[in-house]
């Protein structure tokens, strides 16, 4: 089946840094891939989508200059948390999707981000 | 705005008992949804779909029911196992094949 990979799958942070989170198709080609966030018992909720060579699409109320998504390759897409406080703290998973349809959408490890 | 939810937010069951989730979803226009499990730490694993053109689907050991008049979405796990406590997500389509997921319910397996 296909495979998503993320990394790291674990990071802290201080607080005021940077923390990139990789992304990647490893057996397809990734028309699409989505950025979701899911806090402790809570459901997953998306960020952004991003398409290969075009910018992101952000959901309302999520903050692209705080999170800065690249979607370079068709097999890799890059998650940035920009300048972290510990609000950011939360479980990140990416998805990446090979067709147009929402069932064709594999998930990713996910990465626990913790600001300090 | 509109939402998939769930009904039960924890459900425990016997090993070898059968189990059933429920979601609620408020969008009719929905025309595709689909169930996941997330064991602890890691992302969503895709279970079962179902297109709002049925009304049932089975796969190994999980069924899903679709009732469209109520807006209602059923998982039921047949012979659960210890490996099947996780949590466990509906999520919908809505529109622009974005998927919009439920709030959870953790099922635990007691032995």
């Known amino acids: 089946g296909a495979v998503v990979s993320q990394h790291p799958s674990r990071v802290i942070c201080k607080s005021g840094t940077s923390v990139k989170i990789e992304c990647r198709s490893l057996?397809?080609?990734?028309?699409?891939m989505f950025w979701y966030r899911q806090f402790p018992k809570q459901s997953l909720m998306l960020m952004a989508t991003s398409n290969e060579g075009s910018k992101a699409t952000y959901e309302q109320g999520v903050e692209k200059d705080k999170f800065l998504i690249n979607h370079a390759s068709l097999t890799l897409s890059t998650l940035t948390v920009t300048s972290a406080h510990p609000e950011d703290s939360s479980f990140y998973i990416c998805?990446?999707?090979?067709?147009?349809?929402?069932?064709?959408?594999?998930f990713g490890q996910g990465t626990r981000l913790t600001v300090v | 705005g509109e939402s998939v939810g769930l009904h039960l937010p924890t459900l425990s069951v016997q090993e070898g008992d059968n189990s059933i989730i429920n979601c609620a979803y408020s969008n009719s226009a929905s025309d595709y949804f689909i169930w996941y499990k997330q064991e602890s730490g890691k992302g969503p694993q895709f279970i079962i779909d179902?297109?709002?053109?049925?009304d049932k689907r089975q796969g190994q050991r999980v069924t899903v029911l679709l009732n469209k008049t109520v807006k209602h979405l059923s998982l039921q796990i047949a012979a659960t196992q210890p490996g099947d406590s996780a949590v466990y997500f509906c999520?919908?389509?809505?529109?622009?094949?974005?998927?919009?997921f439920g709030q959870g319910t953790r099922l635990t397996i007691n032995p």
């Open positions: 179902i297109r709002s053109n049925m």
């Open positions: 999520a919908e389509n809505q529109g622009a094949q974005k998927l919009v």
């Open positions: 998805s990446a999707r090979i067709g147009t349809a929402a069932s064709e959408a594999f």
């Open positions: 057996d397809f080609q990734a028309t699409t």
